[in-house]
């Protein structure tokens, strides 16, 4: 994706104006890293990444540009060409290859290279494998004792979700930064809307209502030399074990905007619809092409998602959040955020800075690190995917499903181990009403 605008801002005017900024805009001269210390923020932060496409590759980048002192120094990825594809494009960009210090010991291929990258005495990781392995990843990161960007979402399945909340509690206990891939959370104009609505600028929340409508997710052509999870991990999307359907690995912006909008507070219950219209029987996957979820909280608010995958048709990513004095439009990729007040008037729209959202991240990752107070966003990182997942569940079976129906599932996924030569079992298409939930 591109910044969202050429405006940029200084490290300092950045920091006073992140409402997740160190304490006072101030970045101290002392890098704390758990057991050890170190001196001076000119420390260089030495970066490993896990997970070389597109996405990890782009966060790699944004990374080493979010300030001078940090370096690349390690990448592993199930496979070899996606790895030197990712190593070769960051050391060829003009503006971070410098910074690409990975030498050829550095390099990890299979499907524990996600060990060696933490255990090659990096300072941070970058956690950008398909979700599925997310959980894993990132319980290892937090026994090596790393600061951590995760991207999202972090799990794909209750067991995943359940997994990480006590990752999080030990990675609190231990210090530890872990930042959120939410990009949105990120964005300076979003925060300024999502500021307004938590402190009452639209009066009380009466709905939320948000789309994420897009083409058809990315495939790859099946090598028929490829084994059974080959096959599964090149076309991750398609698998809900690995993506957790398109509902929580890209409609889960959605999900969690609606999450802020609400304090971080989780819905009680969640209805859906969904299915497959266009996509052809044969093709690799099992995954819904659409979902239509209606959210409930216990106040009675109600939040109304809608996403599709579909090729030729009319694309819309926004969030619109309805209040008793106003609401709030929330606009992604197309403007800058405004409220519309009682009056039918905009009473406000946002007109300050906005720096790229990718490497803001990055940018208040390394900041809290230094300042000695690690940004963590575990929880709600957690709480987000998992509202994801409970609005999948409710749209496979048909069923209503409450959150302590979600987080409590039986439902496993995601195998305990893994193997080239085998891979979870595909099953049918699920047809609400039929298919149980578990």
Same mark, same amino acid.
């Given at each position: ?39 001076e923020?000119?420390?260089v ?9 597109g ?6 980048? @944004?990374?080493? &540009? ?15 060409? +996606?790895l ?9 960009? $003009?503006?971070?290859?410098?910074k ?21 005495? !990096? ?7 398909? $979700?599925?392995?997310?959980s ?6 937090v ?13 794909? @399945?209750?067991?995943?979700y ?35 609505? #938590? ?8 709905? !939320? ?18 084994? $059974? ?15 957790? @359907?398109?509902?929580?690995?890209? /409609? ?8 802020? /909008? ?42 109304? #998602?809608?996403?599709r ?21 929330? +606009? =992604? ?23 790229? &959202?990718? +490497?803001?991240?990055?940018?208040? =990752? ?10 963590n ?14 609005? +999948? ?21 995601? $195998? @305990? ?22």
């Open positions: 994706m591109n910044p969202l605008s050429d405006k940029q801002t200084s490290r300092r005017d950045f920091i006073k104006t992140s409402s997740t900024a160190v304490i006072g805009g101030a970045v101290t001269s002392s890098l704390l890293f758990p057991g050890r210390t170190l001196g923020e000119t420390k932060l030495k970066i490993g990444l896990i997970g070389c496409g996405r990890g590759s782009g966060a790699a980048k @944004d990374a080493l &540009m979010a300030e001078p002192n940090v370096q690349l120094v390690a990448m592993g990825d199930a496979f070899e060409d +996606r030197q594809a990712g190593l070769d494009n960051l050391k060829k960009d $003009p503006e971070v290859g410098s690409v210090k990975v030498d050829a010991a550095k390099c990890f291929v299979g499907l524990d290279a996600y060990k060696k990258v933490i255990d090659s005495g !990096i300072d941070v990781v970058l956690l950008a494998s398909p $979700p599925g392995f997310r894993f990843h990132l319980k290892y990161a026994e090596k004792n790393k600061h951590i960007f995760s991207e999202k979402p972090i799990c794909t @399945d209750a067991f995943g359940r997994s990480v909340m006590e990752t999080v509690a030990e990675s609190k206990k231990k210090n530890l930064a872990l930042t959120a891939g939410f990009c949105w959370r990120s964005h300076l104009a979003q925060r300024a809307v999502y500021e307004k609505i #938590l402190g009452g600028e639209i009066g009380d929340i009466r709905s !939320i209502y948000g789309t994420y409508n897009t083409g058809e997710a990315r495939g790859v052509l099946v090598n028929p030399a490829w084994g $059974p999870l080959e096959q599964q991990m090149r076309n991750w999307m398609h698998f809900t074990w690995l993506s957790g @359907d398109h509902i929580v690995e890209q /409609a889960i912006h959605n999900v969690d905007l609606m999450n802020w /909008a609400m304090g971080n507070k989780m819905p009680t219950k969640c209805i859906a619809h969904g299915g497959r219209q266009i996509r052809p029987e044969s093709m690799v996957g099992h995954i819904f092409d659409h979902f239509s979820v209606v959210y409930e909280w216990d106040n009675g608010v109600k939040g109304f #998602l809608f996403c995958q579909q090729a030729g048709c009319a694309s819309d990513n926004t969030e619109t959040v309805f209040g008793s004095k106003g609401t709030a439009h929330v +606009r =992604l990729f197309k403007g800058n955020p405004y409220i519309i007040g009682a009056k039918n008037e905009r009473s406000w729209t946002y007109d300050g800075p906005t720096p790229n &959202m990718y +490497r803001v991240e990055h940018q208040e =990752l390394f900041a809290s690190i230094r300042a000695g107070k690690p940004r966003d575990g929880e709600w990182l957690a709480n987000s995917s998992m509202m994801g997942v409970m609005g +999948r569940m409710a749209g496979y079976t048909g069923e209503e499903i409450s959150w302590d129906q979600a987080v409590n599932s039986q439902e496993k996924l995601v $195998p @305990d181990d893994f193997d080239w030569k085998t891979a979870p079992p595909v099953p049918p298409l699920a047809i609400p009403g039929k298919t149980k939930f578990i």
